[in-house]
């Protein structure tokens, strides 16, 4: 809606969702979410593109979770967010910012759980992400496989608290890499690339804060340039009170004697507005209210299609095979928020089904068993992703279950059954045969 104040415009809710969405081109802010302590979800495919303020701007949240998500040259912030308990950021690429940052999470409250994972950061003006904390800890806020890659500063941490970083690739900024500027509690990073930033590696601005950067590539086995403590070192700068330039203690030592290819090849290699992983490991397990069976009774199963992620699965397609001797077979599927199925069903279940990164689908199936049938009952189910999508374990997406019918109380069996038990009765005769012939033959 190009001139329009926002393209996309929402109120707040205790359980909110916005998946699919498109706003392009907007003269202001392209999806604004005004929020009021609800837990607000924004699904695969979301995209806030071209608008001339903001790409995503929301208000307060009890819990906020973005999953494959793309703000991509926005004149303003990527995304910026006010204050909420918990906020996840899964696979999402946050690029192109013409004059600001690419994520932007402003006063942090100290009970702040912040995870960002699976992201590209890249071509920002200012920072990639920027915490603004309030004057207490924010509680955490975990970093991996981020691509921070192009901006001002990669990654600044203007929060308290836990800061644990792991996977980061944070080079060629126009500044830092990482600064850590304020009252920072415990900060770990490892097995990040920190190289090629034009100030410095990691620049911390507090007193108070210990950076434990051990492990990391700096752009040269030599390890990162300090004035005082590496002055041979021939990788991207540190700045902090040893060398005059800063404040606090960044611990690099040791270096990494080569750069983590994997994490690099990523961020190199996909492009600006996809995903860095590409996949979603579906599985499916079943579970049964009994162990058997008798025929003109029902049974009861219960199936479970979780995934992990990284991916959302939408487009799945999801099949049964019912054994022969059920009937009156219905179904009902329960999602969790976010994720959809079909409500209910008769016979077989032939779904397609969208499973958000760490959803679950359970599905009821209640049938009963035909009267006189004996054999046992084996139901198999499968689940499978649409094309663009890999599923990286294929052994767990099908699953059966075998349960014995009874009749009469006493199990029916086939032939393998029949077999085995002439053997067993065969065994004992000849047991009994010898020890016949023993006692008569002393």
């Known amino acids: 809606s190009p001139g329009a104040d926002q393209g996309i415009e929402l109120g707040g809710g205790e359980e909110?969702?916005?998946r699919r969405c498109t706003a392009r081109n907007n003269g202001g802010t392209g999806i604004q979410f005004e929020g009021n302590g609800g837990n607000l979800h924004f699904g695969d495919g979301l995209?806030?593109?071209?608008?001339?303020?903001?790409g995503i701007e929301i208000g307060s949240q009890g819990m906020l979770r973005c999953v494959n998500c793309y703000s991509l040259d926005n004149d303003e912030d990527g995304l910026k967010a006010d204050t909420s308990s918990t906020m996840e950021f899964i696979g999402c690429d946050i690029s192109g910012s013409a004059t600001e940052d690419g994520i932007d999470i402003d006063a942090a409250p100290d009970d702040l759980n912040l995870t960002i994972e699976d992201c590209r950061i890249q071509g920002n003006f200012e920072q990639g992400i920027i915490v603004r904390g309030s004057d207490e800890p924010v509680a955490s806020f975990t970093a991996g496989?981020?691509?921070?890659?192009g901006n001002g500063i990669g990654i600044e941490h203007g929060g308290t608290g836990t800061f644990s970083g792991s996977q980061i690739h944070a080079v060629d900024n126009a500044r830092h890499g990482l600064r850590f500027r304020s009252r920072v509690g415990t900060t770990t990073l490892s097995e990040s690339n920190l190289f090629g930033n034009a100030v410095s590696g990691i620049v911390v601005a507090n007193l108070n804060a210990t950076v434990a950067a051990g492990g990391n590539w700096w752009?040269?086995?030599?390890?990162p340039f300090d004035t005082i403590d590496n002055n041979g070192g021939l990788g991207d700068a540190i700045i902090d009170s040893s060398n005059g330039a800063g404040a606090g203690t960044v611990l690099f030592t040791p270096p990494a004697a080569a750069p983590f290819a994997e994490i690099a090849e990523l961020c190199d290699s996909n492009r600006q507005g996809a995903p860095i992983s590409g996949t979603?490991?579906?599985s499916v397990t079943i579970s049964v209210d009994r162990s058997d069976a008798t025929p003109g009774g029902t049974v009861i199963y219960t199936i479970e299609i979780f995934n992990p992620g990284p991916l959302a699965a939408y487009e799945t397609f999801v099949f049964d095979s019912l054994p022969s001797g059920l009937e009156s077979v219905d179904w009902t599927c329960g999602p969790t928020f976010g994720s959809e199925c079909s409500p209910e069903g008769t016979d077989s279940i032939n779904d397609t089904v969208d499973i958000l990164a760490n959803g679950t689908l359970t599905y009821t199936v209640i049938g009963r068993i035909a009267a006189g049938f004996t054999d046992p009952l084996e139901l198999t189910v499968t689940v499978e992703t649409a094309p663009g999508v890999t599923d990286p374990v294929s052994s767990n997406n099908v699953a059966s279950d075998v349960t014995s019918v009874l009749t009469n109380g006493i199990p029916m069996l086939d032939?393998?059954?029949?077999?085995?038990?002439l053997l067993l009765l065969a065994l004992a005769a000849h047991r009994r045969l010898a020890y016949v012939r023993a006692r008569r033959n002393p």
């Open 16 to 18: 909110s969702t916005c």
């Open 415 to 421: 032939h393998r059954g029949i077999l085995a038990l």
């Open 145 to 149: 496989q981020i691509c921070a890659i």
């Open 47 to 54: 995209l806030a593109s071209g608008n001339l303020k903001t």
């Open 280 to 282: 979603a490991d579906l």
């Open 219 to 223: 752009g040269d086995p030599s390890g």
